[in-house]
């Protein structure tokens, strides 16, 4: 599950910051002029980072990713069909904010998919493979601009983030207020967490390793 969405997430995450200059260029802006509406979006990825904490933990992590991922796949199609000067800042603004709260997010519930003996290896493996679908995401989407325009490029990357919110939706338990011994216990994400279930992932994570010294 993890391994399909980072593949997935990064032709959203990493494709609109790598190509808006190019997209832009290409409906017909010099050089100066996509570079400045590319920076006046990319002001939107600090603003996302500083909303993320204190929606963080008050929102379920596997629904901040859902609805944050859909949110970039709507401004995504709207940047790329957009034509007018400030539609393409607001929707390229509003991308960037969205996709920081769907990348910090996802990577605090990568974290707690694991229990701590496992955690670097699986959520390291998963986010390896994510980083191959970057160094893939070029070769995919370059041809597409080239080809067949924005319009294409945005489609595909509209695919990929509904893929990959299909993927945690469907897929992904929830993590918000859960231990870590219950996360184990279920894929599904459907118990509620109780008083008397409710511990620290640290201290669950201890009592799989450290058993009483006075037992």
Do not use: W
Request: hydrophobic share 45%; charged share 10%.
């Amino acid at each position: 599950m993890l391994a399909v969405f980072q593949v997935l997430q990064a032709f959203g995450y990493y494709g609109f910051g790598t190509l808006a200059p190019l997209v832009l260029a290409g409906k017909g802006y010099d050089i100066v002029q996509s570079l400045t509406f590319s920076a006046l979006s990319f002001v939107g990825y600090p603003i996302g980072s500083l909303l993320s904490v204190p929606i963080l933990e008050r929102v379920e992590r596997k629904t901040l990713i859902t609805l944050s991922g859909l949110a970039m796949r709507g401004f995504g199609l709207g940047f790329g069909y957009a034509h007018s000067t400030a539609l393409i800042v607001a929707l390229g603004f509003c991308y960037t904010l969205a996709s920081n709260l769907f990348s910090n997010a996802y990577h605090v519930y990568q974290g707690e998919l694991f229990p701590t003996r496992l955690r670097a290896t699986g959520a390291g493996t998963a986010y390896s493979l994510g980083r191959l679908g970057s160094a893939a995401m070029p070769y995919v989407l370059l041809p597409l601009l080239v080809g067949h325009g924005a319009d294409a490029v945005f489609a595909f990357i509209a695919c990929a983030m509904a893929g990959a919110v299909l993927d945690i939706g469907l897929l992904g338990p929830r993590t918000t207020g859960r231990s870590l011994d219950e996360l184990a216990d279920s894929t599904s994400g459907d118990a509620p967490v109780t008083a008397a279930t409710a511990v620290s992932p640290a201290r669950a994570s201890t009592a799989c390793h450290h058993p009483n010294p006075g037992a």
